[in-house]
């Protein structure tokens, strides 16, 4: 090595070998590939010293903004569309199966038991929205008892999570889908809102000329015993930013029609007291075994 220059190709090797010894196969495997992606990355776009400074600066203030409740780190992921590359990887469905899509940042775990039909929300909070279906497998067999646990915003844009004045469980809730597979309950009408903008990620965003906006949906979680859990989102038809989600998360398979009713309908539910909506969504589960190596959380 005396008297040779090192070149940028020496580093990479040099880093990459440093992991030949690391005991553990698949550890290995990932840090040789970041650390070569990584470099081909400032290899490609010939990073600068300030440049590099700048990133480590947006990393250093993403771990100061994050907390319990605001996750700037999965916001990344999110707006650069790994959270979504990561979920297709994870989730090869057969057709038939209802598709995934993220979790998001504003699920919290602990939601209320609530019976069918209940509404999620605690307080006024929109127009109401009678979300039902059945919940099947991909033979269209129905699976009894599976839990169902939602969460929205409200017409004031934030999931209570990011509300001060919200109640703790207001507009979220778990249910179980009954013996004969339906589920039911009351939310309120979704409405677009923006992934948090005011910090690192937000600056990358009005960087670049995108917007911070995702298009009005609800979540879900689904999980039955012996089948893949599943988490997913309705997302109204209706809606703005369909074709230009800040996070990439939506599919066409998951996009429903919310039906306007009247306040005469005879199936108005309690608590839709004037004009309401209703949608129906089925959800196609997939059995454990059939689903492949992935996430089961
Ligand atoms: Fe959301």
């Not at 199966?97 to 209320?112: I, M, R, W």
């Not at 279906?133 to 929205?152: H, K, S």
């Not at 923006?194 to 917007?211: E, K, S």
């Not at 999980?223 to 230009?244: C, K, N, V």
């Amino acid at each position: 090595m005396r008297g040779t220059r090192m070149t940028a190709a020496d580093i990479t090797e040099a880093v990459q070998r440093s992991f030949d010894g690391c005991p553990d196969a698949r550890l290995r495997t990932v840090l040789q590939s970041l650390v070569r992606h990584l470099h081909a990355f400032a290899v490609e776009v010939g990073l600068a010293e300030d440049e590099w400074r700048e990133g480590i600066g947006a990393l250093t203030a993403t771990g100061h903004i994050t907390d319990e409740r605001r996750q700037e780190f999965i916001l990344w992921s999110d707006a650069f569309g790994v959270s979504m590359l990561v979920d297709a990887l994870a989730n090869p469905l057969p057709p038939g199966a209802t598709e995934s899509t993220v979790l998001g940042p504003f699920y919290a775990p602990g939601s209320p038991a609530r019976g069918y039909g209940e509404s999620i929300a605690e307080g006024q909070a929109g127009t109401p929205a009678w979300v039902h279906g059945r919940v099947l497998d991909v033979d269209g067999r129905v699976i009894a008892g599976a839990e169902l646990d939602v969460w929205q915003n409200g017409d004031n844009r934030l999931y209570a999570v990011q509300d001060p004045e919200a109640p703790e469980h207001h507009l979220r809730g778990r249910f179980q889908a009954r013996e004969d597979g339906r589920y039911a309950f009351l939310a309120v009408r979704p409405v677009p809102y923006t992934i948090p903008h005011d910090g690192p990620v937000g600056g990358m965003l009005a960087a670049t000329g995108r917007h911070p906006w995702r298009p009005a949906h609800i979540h879900m979680i689904v999980r039955a015993p012996g089948y893949r859990t599943l988490t997913t989102h309705i997302f109204d038809a209706a809606s703005e930013y369909l074709d230009s989600d800040a996070v990439f998360a939506v599919k066409p398979s998951l996009v429903r029609e919310f039906v306007r009713r009247s306040p005469d309908d005879p199936e108005r539910p309690a608590g839709a007291d004037r004009e309401w909506y209703s949608v129906e969504n089925d959800l196609v589960l997939v059995p454990d075994a059939a689903a492949g190596p992935g996430r089961t959380a």
